[in-house]
C-alpha cells in the first residue's frame, strides 16, 4: 500500500514494514521513531517487536493473535498529516572514550584522510552532539550520525575477524560503540570502558533510538580506573 510519503509493505505473513524516504535524515528518523513509539503505547494484541531504523519501522506480529485489519488501521491512524515527528529532547549521553595507540589502530588512517593530525581528528569526532537513528547488528549496537565529512572514511573492504568490546568505528557518516567482540569493519579510533550493553543492569541499553551522545577523550590512566560496571 502505497502512499505520497510512505509505503506499508508486508513482510511474510507475520511483520509489516512502514517505509518512508531511504536516506539517512532527522526528521524522517524522527518520524519513524514516534510512530514505532505510538504504536508500542497502545500494546496491540499479538504485536511481538516494533523496530525503528533510520528511516522504516518494521512491526512483527502473530498472524494467529493479530487483528491485521486493526493493525493496520491504527497504524495509519498514527501516520495522519496531523501527527508531529518531533522526539522529545533528550539529555546527550556522555560517552568516554581514550583515542588512538592500540584502541584506535585506524585512528592514523582516519587522521591522514582528512589532512589533519591525530589529536585533530580527536577534537573533529568529539565535536558534534550525535544522534542515535538506530540500534542493530548485535545487541546494543547504536548506529549515530552525522560524522564531519573530514573523517567519514569509509569502512575496510575486509572487515576484521574480532573487534574488541567498546571500540569506537566510523564508517562513513556512521559513528558507533562495539557492545560484543564481533568481526566488523568500521575504522577504530578508540575504545570506551563503558558497556553499551549490559544484561545485568536494570536497563540493559545504554542507548536508544533517538538518544543524544557526546564523545569525549579520556586518557589511558582514565581508561584503567574506570569502574567495570
Sequence with gaps: MSHADFRLVPAGDSA?????????????NARAIALADAIQAVEPTGVRDVVPTYCSVAVYF?????????????????????????????????????YGGEFGPDLPDVAAFGHVSEAHAIAIHTAPTYRVFMLGFVAGFAYMGSVDGRIAMARHASPRVRVPIGS???????????????????????????????????????LKAGDAVQFYAIDREEYERWPSS
Excluded: M
Design 16 to 28: 509489516l514494514i512502514i517505509e518512508f524516504d531511504e536516506r539517512i535524515d532527522v526528521d524522517i
Design 62 to 98: 502473530d498472524p494467529l493473535r493479530t487483528d491485521y485489519d486493526a493493525l493496520l488501521a491504527h497504524i495509519e491512524r498514527q501516520l495522519g498529516p496531523t501527527r508531529s515527528a518531533a522526539a522529545n529532547a533528550r539529555a546527550p549521553v556522555r560517552i568516554p572514550v581514550c
Design 168 to 206: 569506537v568505528g566510523i564508517a562513513g557518516v556512521q559513528t558507533g560503540v562495539y557492545p560484543a567482540e564481533t568481526p566488523g569493519g568500521w575504522r577504530l579510533i578508540g575504545r570506551t570502558p563503558v558497556k553499551p550493553f549490559d544484561p545485568a543492569r536494570v536497563a540493559p541499553f545504554l
